[in-house]
């Protein structure tokens, strides 16, 4: 079971390393810290390198090899989230002072204060958690990485956060296609006021939908909306979105140029399994959109594209999964894009 916080400890006297076991041993065996220990700032780079997943440093600054001092100008290169903490003899201000200019988070004293060093560590602990907190709002802000320059997100996060835009994952999700059928002709005839305004009154209805049954809005395209279902039960939550969606907007009715009216109605497509989800885009353009791909998403899209207005469609897999909770009328056999055999379609009616 891995430790809800690792923490590196850098000191050549073997008897600081005892006395953290002894004095945290509790904390250890409950796993909420895990400590590794380094007798020098070059073993110290080599542990980390050995778990990356290391939250912050406690250093001392007199050692063989490499000095805290160094070790500190290296952290600060490989990892701008990961935070240090200098342990200094006592009234060595002129290492405290060029420890903090280096950016040093703190300082502690030898010999060593345990409730202090406690203390330290808690709140060292706290702000590497508000700034993972800050790391994955912007990481998930579509917008924020769409429009804000390069040098804003390195002044924000460091080259860090830069890296972990490229970090990518397989993750069990319900991708959902909802698309407005019919507003293409809306939009090739009325002023663009009036298909902006409706578009957006859609969208609107669409997505707190999806909100509401903890889904994420991953894209707009065109007149269609992409959104995934994440975590438990979310194919369930998905279809509940789908459903609500299209008795909402289906009641609806809107005025149009020429005392003609628009009944809105939606085509649904909803796929569910493993799906990669990461951030594609243009280095270049300095645009990526954190976004989700694979054969999930394109059968998703394509049962949207065979939907009828009306119609939520999904397939054979999806059906086995969702019939003991949703009633699903069959649709029979349609030939897909890319697939060598017919797919069994299904509707979902309620």
């Keep these: 079971m891995n430790a809800k916080h690792k923490i590196l ?6 008897d600081v390393a005892q006395l953290i076991r002894q004095k945290f041993r509790r904390e250890i065996r409950e796993h909420e810290y895990e400590f590794v220990f380094a007798q020098n700032g070059a073993e110290a ?25 160094t070790l500190l100008q290296k952290l600060e290169e490989l990892s701008p989230l990961l935070k240090t903490v200098i342990i200094s003899a006592y009234g060595d201000m002129a290492n405290i002072r060029t420890a903090m200019n280096r950016g040093a988070f703190d300082f502690i004293t030898k010999p060593l204060d345990f409730q202090d060093f406690e203390r330290t560590l808690q709140k060292t602990l706290k702000y590497c958690q508000q700034l993972k907190d800050t790391v994955r709002a912007v990481h ?8 804000v320059d390069d040098s804003v997100l390195r002044f924000m996060c460091g080259q860090e956060f830069e890296s972990s835009l490229l970090e990518n994952e397989t993750i069990e999700a319900t991708i959902a296609f ?5 507003f293409t002709a809306i939009s ?9 305004r409706l578009l957006n009154k859609y969208f609107d209805i669409i997505v707190k939908a999806i909100i509401a049954e903890g889904g994420n809005v991953d894209k707009f395209m065109g007149d269609a909306v992409l959104a995934v279902f994440k975590d438990k039960d979310h194919l369930a939550r998905a279809l509940r979105t789908a459903l609500a969606v299209n008795t909402q907007i289906q009641s609806m009715e809107d005025p149009l140029s020429g005392e003609q009216t628009f009944l809105p109605k939606l085509s649904t497509g909803i796929n569910t399994g493993e799906v990669i989800s990461g951030n594609i885009g243009s280095a270049t353009l300095r645009r990526f959109d954190f976004t989700v791909i694979g054969d999930v998403v394109n059968t998703a899209q394509r049962l949207q594209s065979a939907a009828k207005p009306g119609q939520i469609l999904i397939n054979e897999a999806t059906y086995e999964k969702a019939k003991a909770l949703f009633q699903c009328q069959k649709i029979g056999e349609i030939q897909m894009k890319n697939k ?10 309620g």
């Design 178 to 182: 909802i698309d407005i059928c019919g």
């Design 188 to 196: 090739e005839r009325e002023p663009p006021d009036v298909v902006v």
């Design 140 to 147: 998930e802000n579509n917008i924020l990485k769409m429009y």
């Design 340 to 349: 060598a055999q017919p797919v069994t379609v299904w509707e979902v009616v």
């Design 9 to 14: 400890v850098v000191d050549d006297e073997d």
């Design 45 to 69: 780079l080599s542990k980390l390198r050995d778990n990356p997943e290391t939250e912050m440093v406690f250093t001392d600054i007199n050692m063989p090899v490499m000095d805290g001092l």
